[in-house]
């Protein structure tokens, strides 16, 4: 398989508190993965590294074969707009702008948007007939659906979601899921994504469960 995104011996403290201990994993072009683990257990902290949002104490995170701590600070965000999509429990959408501004903000940036491609994101999101209002008048689960939408809008290689469904009802959050393993399937991205439901973590490929600042892998249900 061609490894996408490779994690080896990954190591982050916050002070005297050690939040990842030699964390190592492997992530191939098209697979998916599920993320779980108790609150505080280094979830977020291991797909901040992963989104070059922060560097590790120790260890190495490759993205196509590029060392992200070979990196400076532009050549990162660079890496970022160009080939990550982001969907984090905070939207930080921008006040200012549109749904549909929103949506194409990221691909705008990276020289790839596709007026087409945004309108259909936002049809399949459920939010197709919401694009002129701006993030104040939308729902949490609204504003949720906006920043899943932003994220793929550019192709990005790599999907990082941390709670991609955690603001949305049980059959919303199914549909959501369900439109990111089409697009995952349709265009050869890599998803990860961390999630509390075991239930959503089943329909990935892989689960691992990060625990006391380790990962194992969970077997699949027979």
Not at 25 to 47: I, P
Not at 89 to 99: A, D, E, G, K, R
Not at 117 to 145: D, H, K, N, V, W
Request: net charge neutral.
């Amino acid at each position: 398989m061609d490894k996408l995104l490779q994690i080896d011996g990954l190591t982050k403290a916050f002070g005297p508190v050690e939040v990842l201990k030699g964390v190592s994993l492997t992530l191939d072009r098209g697979e998916t993965l599920a993320l779980t683990g108790e609150s505080g257990s280094g979830k977020s902290t291991l797909m901040h590294l992963a989104a070059a949002l922060d560097t590790a104490d120790v260890g190495s995170i490759r993205l196509d074969g590029i060392e992200m701590s070979h990196l400076n600070d532009p050549a990162r965000a660079a890496l970022r707009r160009d080939r990550i999509g982001l969907v984090f429990q905070q939207f930080n959408l921008i006040p200012s702008l549109t749904v549909a501004q929103n949506i194409a903000f990221q691909a705008r940036l990276s020289g790839r948007h596709e007026a087409a491609r945004c309108a259909m994101l936002a049809a399949r999101l459920g939010i197709g007939t919401l694009t002129r209002r701006y993030p104040e008048e939308l729902s949490g689960g609204q504003q949720q659906r906006v920043a899943i939408a932003r994220a793929l809008a550019n192709r990005p290689d790599l999907i990082l979601a941390d709670e991609p469904t955690g603001n949305l009802d049980e059959a919303t959050g199914d549909a959501v899921l369900d439109l990111l393993l089409e697009l995952v399937a349709e265009t050869g991205a890599a998803l990860m994504m961390v999630t509390h439901s075991t239930r959503l973590a089943a329909r990935l490929d892989r689960r691992l469960h990060l625990s006391r600042g380790q990962v194992s892998a969970v077997p699949r249900a027979a």
